[in-house]
């Protein structure tokens, strides 16, 4: 679907000081919808820039892919000169974007009671690893960080060898909240005239995943430990290997347990005990996910989840990152949106917005920045002259 709208949020300027995901995701769900975001980098580039590199400038695929629909701009904050031009955007903007520890922002000037001096309808949204407050809260850290310290990690994989995610969940459902709360302070703004602050920690993300993990500890004591890819509260819910490769079966509830029965011919146990609901069948979800390795194993990926999407059962193909892409649904549902960046020979393949929308939808307009790409366009819109600016980039300031 193409979108000749200017976007719902239109007529928002953001300034994206964030680095690698949870600061940058936010400023690109929000520049997905419109709004006018500036990534702002240090003068060399941020060091998210360069993280898995793929283009012959060593920019890396991360950059490209949450770095789209954004404007790039170099500057040193740190020097006079630098604060300067960091006030007047602030002055002319809606939102701050600082995935920072909270003395960062400070010897930034990204403090909230600074920005707010400057320009008293500013919300600043910020990402720390521990939040501002506890005795973690000067603590630097990264995504595996909150998997490990919010019980994911010792519930994934091998019950001896505790392991994370491969995939920074933590990092991007952080970044999902900021834009969440970034949205309601501009919508509060609406009705006071004032900005405010809007904060997310990776630590209170993660544990926002695992509650359940931890309220069912906190009344049953069960000291669950990991069981690989196994569910333990329902099944079968599983890996399961079959003659050309791996697939994923998930059922909960009883319609889809005695429909799965009813597929590989165990009838029977549906008067067993041992597997009368869902958590009963969790504990007994080795002997299931046996029945079911058996079934697998006598069929391809392809027949075995043609028979189980005929019975209704959840199920999904283990992909390699080199086969995603060719995924049938993938493909026709043009998930991937092809983005011409220089220094690469084909197209970068980026996500498109997850959000659907019948009307305005979200949509990817612009590549990620080359470095301080937009320099001389925001110094210009400032009012700084071409000279100044000159002056500017013999100092290092930008």
């Excluded at 309601?184 to 920690?201: F, N, P, W």
Aim: hydrophobic share 35%; net charge negative; aromatic share 8%.
């Amino acid at each position: 679907m193409t979108n000749n709208n200017q976007g719902i949020l239109h007529g928002i300027k953001v300034l994206d000081f964030g680095r690698y995901i949870a600061g940058p995701f936010c400023g690109a769900l929000l520049g997905d919808y419109g709004a006018e975001v500036i990534r702002i980098e240090r003068v060399d580039g941020s060091e998210d820039r360069f993280v898995t590199p793929v283009t012959k400038n060593e920019e890396g695929a991360m950059f490209l892919q949450l770095n789209r629909n954004k404007l790039g701009f170099t500057v040193n904050p740190m020097k006079e000169e630098g604060r300067e031009i960091v006030e007047r955007l602030v002055k002319k903007s809606d939102v701050v974007i600082a995935n920072l520890p909270e003395n960062t922002l400070h010897s930034m000037g990204l403090d909230y009671e600074r920005l707010a001096k400057i320009n008293p309808a500013i919300v600043l949204t910020s990402n720390t690893a521990f939040g501002t407050t506890g005795p973690y809260a000067e603590r630097v850290g990264f995504d595996g960080v909150a998997q490990a310290m919010s019980g994911a990690m010792d519930m994934t994989g091998d019950p001896d060898v505790p392991s994370k995610a491969y995939s920074p969940y933590v990092d991007f459902c952080s970044a999902s909240l900021a834009a969440y709360g970034t949205l309601l302070a501009l919508m509060e703004r609406e009705k006071t005239g004032k900005g405010q602050r809007v904060q997310t920690s990776l630590l209170q993300s993660a544990l926002t995943m695992t509650n359940s993990l931890v309220i069912e500890q906190e009344f049953l004591n069960v000291n669950r430990v990991a069981s690989q890819n196994r569910a333990q509260t329902s099944g079968p819910s599983d890996t399961f290997k079959t003659k050309n490769g791996w697939i994923l079966v998930q059922t909960v509830g009883q319609p889809l347990f005695k429909r799965w029965t009813e597929l590989v011919g165990a009838e029977e146990w549906l008067d067993d005990e041992r597997f009368k609901d869902d958590l009963s069948r969790g504990n007994n979800s080795l002997l299931i996910s046996e029945k079911m390795a058996e079934w697998c194993a006598k069929r391809t990926n392809q027949e075995a989840m043609k028979e189980l999407e005929a019975f209704r059962i959840p199920v999904g193909e283990v992909l390699k990152a080199k086969d995603v892409m060719n995924d049938p649904h993938i493909k026709e549902k043009q998930v991937f949106k092809d983005i011409k960046y220089p220094e690469v020979s084909k197209p970068v393949p980026v996500v498109g917005p997850a959000i659907e929308l019948s009307t305005n939808p979200g949509e990817i307009k612009t590549r990620a920045p080359l470095l301080g790409e937009h320099n001389n366009q925001i110094l210009n819109d400032l009012g700084y002259s071409d000279a100044e600016i000159l002056e500017f980039k013999s100092n290092r300031i930008v």
